[in-house]
C-alpha cells in the first residue's frame, strides 16, 4: 500500500503551501543523497518526500490526490506524467537554489581564483612583543606578462566553448523512479570557464600564469605570539586565465626568550638578590626590553615578592585596548651553599643577637654529610 503523501510530509490534510514548504524544506535537508552518501534508505526516502512535494504542490495534482488517492494521479487526466519534474525547479522556488549542491548556474562563473598559500614565519622574541617589517620569499603561481593572464597568443583571444555555448556547464537528464532528473555539472571540454583557447600562449601553455619565487614584506604589527596568523589578501597564487589570486597566510612562530615569559599583554621575569641584599635593601639595575632601569629593593624584601614595571610589557594589539602591559618581577633570593670561615662567625653573631638558635659548627657538618647521604 502506498504511502500516504501528507504523511511522508508530516502535514495535515489542510497543510497551506507554506507550511508544505516547510516540511519539504526540513526533510529534504534531512535525507538529501548528499548529506547521506552511500545510504540508499535515505535515498529512497528523499525520492519519496521529493514526489510526495512535487504532487501536493500543484493545485491540480492535489486536488486529484485527495479526491481519488494515488490512482487518481495514475488516470491520465493530469495531461501528462505527474512524475516528470526536475528537482532543482523545487530548491530554486524556495531554497534559492539547491542547497546541496549540483543546482543550475546563471552561466559561467569565470576564471577561479588562485589557490591560498601558507608560510611559517620566525621572529625573535623582541621582535614579536616591538613589531618588525621582515621578507619572505614563496614559490607561487604569477599572472603571465606575455599574455596578460588570458592564455591566449599574442594577436589572439579566447573563444566561446563550441561544448556548452560559453554558458560554463552542461545539463544532463537522466531517467529515475520519479522520472526525469535534471541536473548541470561544470562543462568538461572548458572546465566550467564558458572559454576555449585555440591558439595557447607559448610561455603559459594557456594557463595564464607560470610558476616562480615571489618575495613580500611581511609587517608584522607589534604584540604578536606563537599561533598568530597575518592575512596578506591576493599574495597567493594567481588564478588561471586571469582569475584572481589568492591569499598568503602567514602564521608565526615566536622564539622563546631566556629571561622573560610572556602571560598575555604582561611579561614576566626573575631578579636573583642576596641574603643581605634582600634582608638590608639595595639598588639593583635590572635590564628591560626597553633598557635598563633601576629597581630599588627595600629592607625586609621576602623570597617570591613581585615588582610591577607599568608599561614594560607587551604592546596591545588592536582590539584589546591601548598602551602596553607590564612586567613583573618576581624576587629569588640566594642562599649561600657554602660560607667562609668569617663569614660564618659573623653570621653567627648575628643569630645569637637576634636570639636565634643555629646549628654550632659540628652539628652543622653533620648534617651536610646527612643530607648528602639522601642525594
Known amino acids: 500500500m502506498a504511502t500516504d503523501y501528507y504523511e511522508l510530509l508530516g502535514v495535515d490534510r489542510g497543510a497551506s503551501i507554506e507550511e508544505l514548504k516547510r516540511a519539504y524544506r526540513k526533510l529534504a535537508r534531512e535525507y538529501h543523497p548528499d548529506a ?10 528523499f525520492k519519496e518526500i521529493s514526489e510526495a512535494y512535487a504532487v501536493l504542490s500543484d493545485d491540480e495534482a492535489r486536488a ?12 491520465g487526466g493530469m495531461g501528462g506524467d505527474p512524475f516528470n519534474f526536475d528537482l532543482n525547479d523545487i530548491f530554486e522556488n524556495f531554497f534559492g537554489g539547491n542547497p546541496f549542491g549540483g543546482g543550475r548556474k546563471r552561466g559561467p562563473s569565470g576564471p577561479p581564483p588562485g589557490e591560498d598559500q601558507e608560510i611559517v614565519l620566525d621572529l625573535r622574541f623582541d621582535e614579536a612583543v616591538f613589531g618588525v617589517d621582515k621578507k619572505v620569499e614563496i614559490q607561487t603561481a604569477l599572472a603571465c606578462d606575455n599574455c596578460a ?18 554558458v560554463g556547464q552542461v545539463r544532463q537528464v537522466r ?7 535534471v541536473t548541470t555539472a561544470p562543462c568538461p571540454t572548458c572546465g566550467g570557464l564558458g572559454e576555449e583557447i585555440a591558439s595557447p600562449c607559448s610561455v603559459c601553455r594557456g594557463e595564464g600564469r607560470y610558476s616562480d619565487s615571489m618575495s613580500y614584506e611581511v609587517r608584522v604589527p607589534a604584540g604578536v ?37 610572556r602571560d598575555g599583554d604582561s611579561l614576566r621575569a626573575q631578579l636573583e638578590v642576596t641574603m643581605l641584599q634582600a634582608a638590608l635593601g639595595a639598588r639593583i639595575d635590572f635590564e628591560t626590553l626597553d633598557g635598563v632601569v633601576q629597581l630599588a629593593i627595600p629592607p625586609g624584601t621576602q623570597p617570591g615578592e613581585i615588582f610591577r614595571l607599568r608599561e614594560h610589557g607587551v604592546p596591545r594589539l588592536e582590539g584589546r585596548g591601548r598602551g602596553r602591559g607590564d612586567l613583573l618581577v618576581t624576587v629569588k633570593v640566594e642562599i649561600p651553599s657554602q660560607l667562609s670561615k668569617d663569614d660564618e662567625e659573623q653570621l653567627r653573631r648575628v643569630a645569637e643577637q637576634r636570639g636565634e638558635e643555629v646549628a654550632d659548627a659540628g652539628d652543622r657538618t653533620v648534617l651536610g654529610k646527612i643530607r648528602s647521604a639522601f642525594r
Not at 486529484?64 to 488516470?75: A, C, M, P, V
Not at 593572464?149 to 560559453?166: D, F, L, N
Request: with cysteine; glycine share 18%.
Open 225 to 261: 605570539d606563537s599561533g598568530s596568523t597575518l592575512r596578506l589578501t591576493g599574495r597567493g597564487a594567481a588564478g588561471p586565465r586571469g582569475g584572481p589570486s589568492g591569499d598568503l597566510y602567514v602564521h608565526l612562530r615566536v622564539e622563546e626568550s631566556d629571561k622573560f615569559v
Open 36 to 45: 547521506n552518501p552511500n545510504d540508499e534508505t535515505a535515498e529512497a526516502k
Open 149 to 166: 593572464g588570458s592564455g591566449a597568443a599574442k594577436g589572439t583571444s579566447p573563444r566561446s566553448c563550441t561544448a556548452c555555448g560559453g
Open 64 to 75: 486529484r490526490y485527495d479526491q481519488f488517492g494515488h490512482d487518481g494521479l495514475r488516470s
Open 175 to 181: 531517467q529515475s523512479l520519479l522520472g526525469q532528473m
